[in-house]
């Protein structure tokens, strides 16, 4: 395998991008944890006892070179607008799914459509954009446990190729959900776990698993 890129996990103070930043730490990867604040991103390292770098989300954009956005819907198109002038053609990461509260077990969608056509109008052509990581649960990621579910990787197939492959590295399945137009699924499915959790008392959060893949294919 060759040697991993670094990731930059902005918003990696939080629920998902926590419990990725573990993944990443744990498999070795280079990782810096954006924050707002990089005296915040210090202290979640320092707790968490990643092996990590921290920085502001800005900084980390510009240093990483695969950026991971993991901050609430509300927050994105900000961020990316924000952070555009630095991607280059860097592989962007985003995992935002369009959840309006209070209602956050019904889909709601945005006016771009998706979460995903939100990111990439924002984006406004900067970085390579994929979207992942919608349906997995981060106390799931952040316990070290086999996940049991798969994570759907939306975007251009040579973009996925490379998300694929850097989601393998922290023992996940990925599997090529096909275009960024087909990220609404993932993202309205969200919604739906939610709900499962809710009905069921699942207390780690449901995930989805894609069958009829031959075994260890995903990538
Ligand atoms: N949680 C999950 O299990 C899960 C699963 C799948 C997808 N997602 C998606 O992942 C994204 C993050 O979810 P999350 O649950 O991890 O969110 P979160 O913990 O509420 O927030 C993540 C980070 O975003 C930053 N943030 C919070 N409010 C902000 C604001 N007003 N302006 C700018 N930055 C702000 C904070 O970092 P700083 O204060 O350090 O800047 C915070 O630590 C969402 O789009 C969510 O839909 C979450």
Redesign the pocket.
């Known amino acids: 395998m060759s040697n991993p890129p670094t990731v930059a996990i902005l918003?990696?103070?939080?629920?998902?991008?926590?419990?990725l930043a573990a993944r990443f730490s744990a498999a070795g990867c280079p990782l810096i944890v954006g924050?707002?604040?990089a005296g915040?991103?210090r202290l979640?390292i320092e707790e968490a006892g990643w092996n990590a770098e921290p920085a502001t989300?800005e900084e980390a954009a510009a240093r990483g070179d695969v950026v991971i956005l993991?901050?609430?819907?509300?927050?994105?198109a900000d961020?990316l607008r924000a952070i555009a002038p630095r991607l280059g053609d860097k592989l962007v990461i985003d995992?935002?799914?369009p959840?309006v509260p209070p209602k956050v077990a019904v889909v709601q969608l945005p006016p771009a459509g998706s979460?995903a056509l939100t990111a990439r109008e924002a984006l406004g052509g900067a970085g390579r954009l994929v979207t992942a990581?919608?349906?997995?649960?981060?106390?799931k990621l952040r316990n070290g446990q086999p996940i049991g579910a798969d994570v759907l990787v939306f975007g251009a197939v040579d973009d996925r190729e490379e998300a694929v492959a850097l989601i393998d590295r922290i023992g996940v399945r990925a599997v090529h959900g096909g275009p960024l137009e087909n990220a609404v699924a993932a993202e309205a499915m969200?919604s739906v776990l939610i709900a499962i959790n809710r009905r069921y008392k699942v207390a780690d959060?449901a995930g989805v698993r894609v069958t009829g893949l031959a075994d260890g294919e995903g990538g």
């Not at 918003?11 to 419990?19: A, E, K």
């Open positions: 918003g990696g103070t939080g629920s998902l991008g926590g419990g924050s707002r604040e915040k991103a979640a989300n993991t901050v609430p819907f509300a927050q994105q961020l995992t935002s799914v959840l979460a990581f919608h349906n997995v649960s981060a106390a969200t959060g």
